[in-house]
């Protein structure tokens, strides 16, 4: 008999999962028998999506029970399980090894995030599924496959949204240790940021800027350097905050990653500590990419609606991601920027902003963040993916029983 818990809600509660448990197989056996005895399945992991990416109108399965390995050979590290970055950075660290990026917070799985597309800053650096160099997915009828680089389905499989099934085990390449450094800055003019937003963002190894779209007070450049240089801040203005730092609106509580000193990656790349919770807590979040070669009138677009949303709206972030080859990346073939939304917690107040600021995009081709809120329909997002007819090829071949598919995915993929 396998065990199950409560589906309950996603972790900022907005989204209550329909399915009303979920499964939690203890070893390989169970899951392969979950998954061939089920009509409709789909994964949760550590739950950080604003949306029902991960609900089922079936079963829903967790891989919480079952055994994780972290493995380091060479410069790749395979990931069996549900292992969060929180759990995987320090293994990494005591061997010597990094990653190339981490997002705002090291508490998601390694799996949902790079299911979805999830990434830090900086222009050189490709989001967390662009690191993948394999990926191991038991299908519909139970059965593993590898599929890694050099399979032509790997531009399916490494940034997936579930589609093509339960992910066991991911590879990642890593690199020699690094330490950043981190300090967030006030006084940066946003006059300055906007005329050359590329020369603020290409500062430091990753960079981000913090914006109410208004208040000067709230602006904040907040940069993350691997070689100490951090004057080209301050020669735009920039003040280091110390410890009184405030984004935005958020609730100012102890979260942060410490400033003003060299740390290893995995303590300064997130802004939240794991220990802590992130962010404000109470929230929504919504993003969008847009070619970073627009980034300029892509941010003077979302500056005029700006007061549309501004009683919704907690915090913006900024950020850059550097192209990448995988199919329904937000970065498939082109350098992106970032616009990030912490909302408060208000969903219908949040759907009703939503469509202002999509339709200020739309003339950049922007696409959602797949695990965060958007209302612009799926053939909507469909036109905004080159690749889109291909992996729908891929999805066919892996699920031809439509085991994965949930409302999400067919709003997303079409018929
Ligand atoms: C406070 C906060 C801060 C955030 N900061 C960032 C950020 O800095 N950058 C960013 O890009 N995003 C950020 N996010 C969004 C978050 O990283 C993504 O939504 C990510 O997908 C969350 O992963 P999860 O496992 O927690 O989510 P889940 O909802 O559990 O899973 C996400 C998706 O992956 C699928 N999935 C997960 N595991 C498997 C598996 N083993 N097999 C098959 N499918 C699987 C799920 O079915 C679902 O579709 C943030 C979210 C929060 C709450």
């Known amino acids: 008999m396998i065990d199950t818990r409560a589906a309950g809600t996603t972790w900022s509660g907005n989204h209550r999962y329909r399915a009303p448990e979920v499964l939690l197989p203890a070893d390989a056996d169970e899951l392969a028998e979950v998954v061939a005895s089920a009509d409709l399945l789909r994964v949760q992991a550590t739950r950080h999506t604003f949306n029902d990416i991960a609900d089922s109108e079936g079963t829903l399965v967790s891989l919480e029970r079952m055994p994780t390995r972290i493995a380091i050979d060479g410069d790749r590290v395979r990931v069996e399980g549900l292992v969060t970055f929180a759990e995987l950075a320090p293994v990494l660290e005591a061997e010597g090894r990094a990653l190339h990026n981490l997002g705002s917070l090291p508490h998601i799985s390694v799996t949902g995030a790079t299911a979805t597309g999830t990434h830090g800053s900086g222009v050189t650096n490709g989001n967390l599924s ?82 109410t779209w208004g208040d000067p007070a709230h ?24 410890d009184d730092i405030h984004l935005g609106r958020i609730r100012t509580v102890d979260n942060t990653t410490p400033r003003g000193s060299s740390g290893p990656w995995h303590t300064r790349l997130p802004h939240f500590r794991a220990d802590a919770l992130p962010s404000d807590g109470d929230e929504i979040q919504s993003e969008y990419f847009v070619p970073l070669a627009h980034a300029a009138e892509a941010l003077a677009a979302v500056r005029a609606v700006a007061p549309s949303f501004d009683a919704q709206l907690l915090v913006t972030e900024l950020r850059t991601v550097a192209a990448d080859e995988l199919w329904l990346s937000p970065a498939y073939r082109r350098d992106v920027l970032a616009i990030h939304f912490t909302w408060r917690n208000d969903t219908d107040g949040v759907l009703s902003v939503l469509p202002h600021i999509e ?46 598919r949930n409302t999400y995915l067919r709003g997303v993929l079409g018929p």
């Open 219 to 242: 602006d904040l450049v907040w940069a993350k350097s691997d070689t100490g240089t951090t004057g080209w801040v301050e020669e735009l203005g920039g003040r280091p905050v110390g």
């Open 130 to 211: 662009s690191a993948l160099t394999a990926v191991e997915i038991v299908d519909a009828d139970g059965t593993t496959h590898r599929i890694d680089h050099d399979d032509p389905r790997f531009p399916a499989a490494a940034l997936s949204l579930g589609a093509l099934g339960v992910i066991t085990a991911v590879e990642l390449r890593t690199e020699p240790t690094y330490a950043v450094t981190q300090q967030a800055y006030t006084g940066v003019a946003w006059d300055d940021i906007a005329a050359d937003p590329i020369a603020v963002l290409g500062g430091a190894r990753s960079v981000s800027i913090f914006t």
């Open 359 to 404: 339709a200020a995009l739309a003339p950049f081709d922007a696409r959602p963040h797949w695990g965060k809120a958007y209302t612009m329909p799926g053939d909507r997002v469909r036109a905004t993916l080159p690749r889109a007819q291909e992996f729908k090829d891929v999805v066919r071949q892996a699920d031809p029983r439509g085991v994965f």
